[in-house]
């Protein structure tokens, strides 16, 4: 199983040396967040073309996404880490990646685990050039993970402070979690003053 990390950054861990060969293609790292980031409901191939070859004729920009998608089930290994017709979908159990382990961990509630997957701004100082709609996009979705890590972390700085002899047993709360860079950033209130 590989692993696509778009916090703080943009990376594809695991597997074997031939993922350098992807991992060295920033605009195929970065179709690969777009698939993560939509989860099972995947993308249109009409927007992904629009995304990334907003300048080509549609033939050609067809053609783009084809090789693009054949070149990274090639790196991958598998014709099944990209599935779909209409709509792109990235299968989870080839490439788990940790904007969709987020999103999952939002939506059933489980603040601590969020808090915990959440390493930075999504992908942090990525661009793809000539892709103006990938940046606007790719924005968007910081603004809206932001806003949820924000608020996840501040229910579990509540929770923490909540106990009643002042400990935490949430491992995320530990004072090394609460130190680190990502909980700093991120607890920061418009202000300047921290949660933690």
Known sequence: MYRLITFGGLSLAG??????????????????????AAGPS????????????????????????????????RDLGTDSAIAGT??????????ASD??????????????????????????GVFVRNAPAFDRWAD??????QSSATSVMYAVSECCSATRDG?????????DT???PSWAAITKSDHGSSLA
């Open 42 to 73: 995947g993308v249109a191939r009409d927007k992904l073309l629009a995304c990334f070859w907003p300048d080509s004729d549609t033939d050609r920009a067809r053609h783009a996404l084809k090789q693009a998608v054949y070149a990274i089930r």
């Open 15 to 36: 597997g074997d040396e031939r993922v350098a060969a992807a991992a060295n293609q920033r605009s195929r790292l970065a179709l690969l967040a777009v698939l993560a």
């Open 140 to 145: 968007t979705e910081r603004a809206r993970i």
């Open 86 to 95: 209409a709509a792109l979908v990235l299968d989870g159990t080839v490439v």
């Open 178 to 180: 609460m130190r680190s």
């Open 99 to 124: 904007v969709r382990e987020f999103d999952d961990a939002i939506a059933r509630g489980d603040d601590a685990a969020a808090v915990a997957l959440y390493g930075g701004p999504f992908l942090d």
């Open 167 to 175: 400990r935490c047993t949430l491992r995320i709360c530990q004072p």
